[in-house]
Structures are given as C-alpha cells and as structure tokens.
C-alpha cells in the first residue's frame, strides 16, 4: 500500500539554522514525490516536485530510492518559512496525491 | 481567476443533522479532489472525480459520506447523518493538466464542526 509518513508533528529552529523536514514513502512502483506548504491564512500550495530538480525559495529535495525517503532541506532557515510543510506522493494519473500528516515548521528569531 | 471556491467556510452543526459541503474547481479543470484534515490523520483523500465521474471512492469514510459532480462547475460532498467524528477541515482541490503533474489548486477549506 502507499504511504507517506513524516515523523516530527513540529520542527521548531532559529532563524539561520538549517532545516530539515523528514519524510519517508512505502510504494512499490516508481513514486512521483512532492512538497506542499501551507502559510498562515492562505492555501496549501505545492512547493516543489522531484522531478523537477528544482529549488524553491532556498528549499531542495533529493528522491532517495534506497531509503525510500525524499526529506525538504534548506540551509539557512527564515522566519517567512514557518508554515504547515506536507509531503506527497504519487503514482501517476489524474494527479491523485497521497499525503503525509504533515510537520510544523516554526522559525524562531 | 478566483481559484477554487468552497462553501460554508464554517459549519457548526448538531449530531445527527445533514451537512453539505460545496465547491467550484477552476474553471477548465478536469480533475476535482475532496480532502479531510485532521490533527491526528493530516489530509486523507476522500474521492475524486474526472471529466465529472467519481474515479476512486475508496477513501469515503462510511455509507453516511457521498459526493457528486453534476457538471463541471460543481461539486457537492454531503454527510447524513453527521457525527462529532466527522469534525475536520475539508478541503476541495482541482487540477486541470491530461498529464500528472502532481499540482493540486487547493480551495480554503471548510471547517466543520459536529457537536
């Protein structure tokens, strides 16, 4: 079955200290992995797929296929980043995303 | 574009009573998803429909949860009777490319409550 499974409810750091929101999938066929945020007040919103290579706002995202795992990295936390951060995976098809339980991420000043 | 307009933003209701969730996806998209979120189980899929047909229902709770999409501009997700337990923020999302792309356009949720 799929899953998605982030460990840590709350991610509380400082400004300027690195950061990285855990997460980890069970599917056995080739996962398509995606990050989505959601800041106080506004929708939840995509932040950035793994197929795309990209970084969004200083956040990156290596698919690791060994470790099952594709955990949210940024180097240089900031206050603007606190928010509701999910991971989703999917296989394929109508965009039909599984997600995860979500991490709070607070940046403290 | 408004994005993905969902109504009652709040719902308070009584064990029991009927409740009706609605929603507009962006107008061109083809795909509409219905999510819960809770604290202690994050979004879980309920359904979704494409080009108007329920494709996957396997996440609806119970008998007591149904949704429908009579046209393309519109989507119902009622639950009757309502329990405490059904207590969550649902959201509606819609997308709109033929290929996965894994972008879901997220309404702003309606909170319910069941007292």
């Known amino acids: 079955a799929q899953r998605v499974t982030q460990p840590e409810k709350l991610l509380s750091v400082f400004k300027g200290a690195p950061v990285e929101l855990k997460c980890n999938y069970s599917?056995?066929?080739?996962?398509?992995l995606f990050w989505y945020v959601q800041y106080s007040r506004q929708r939840l919103q995509l932040l950035l797929r793994?197929?795309s290579r990209e970084s969004i706002k200083g956040f990156t995202a290596d698919l690791n296929k060994g470790e099952t795992s594709f955990h949210l990295k940024k180097p240089f936390a900031q206050e603007e980043d606190s928010a509701m951060y999910y991971c989703?995976?999917?296989?394929?098809?109508?965009?039909?995303?599984?997600f995860g339980a979500g991490t709070r991420l607070a940046v403290h000043p | 574009d408004a994005g993905v307009i969902q109504s009652p933003r709040h719902e308070v209701t009584e064990m029991g009573q009927e409740v009706t969730l609605r929603c507009k996806p962006i107008s061109g998209h083809n795909s509409l998803f219905w999510y819960r979120q809770t604290m202690m189980r994050g979004l879980e899929l309920l359904i979704y429909?494409?080009?108007?047909?329920?494709?996957?229902d396997s996440g609806m709770p119970e008998d007591r949860f149904s949704a429908k999409m009579p046209n393309a501009s519109f989507s119902t997700l009622k639950i009757q009777p309502s329990e405490p337990r059904d207590s969550a923020v649902y959201f509606c999302?819609?997308?709109?490319?033929?290929?996965?792309?894994?972008?879901?356009?997220f309404g702003e949720g309606s909170r319910l409550t069941v007292l």
């Open positions: 989703a995976l999917s296989r394929g098809g109508y965009n039909k995303l599984i």
């Open positions: 429909f494409n080009n108007n047909v329920p494709i996957d």
């Open positions: 599917y056995s066929g080739s996962p398509e």
């Open positions: 999302a819609s997308s709109g490319t033929a290929r996965a792309t894994g972008e879901l356009f």
């Open positions: 793994h197929i």
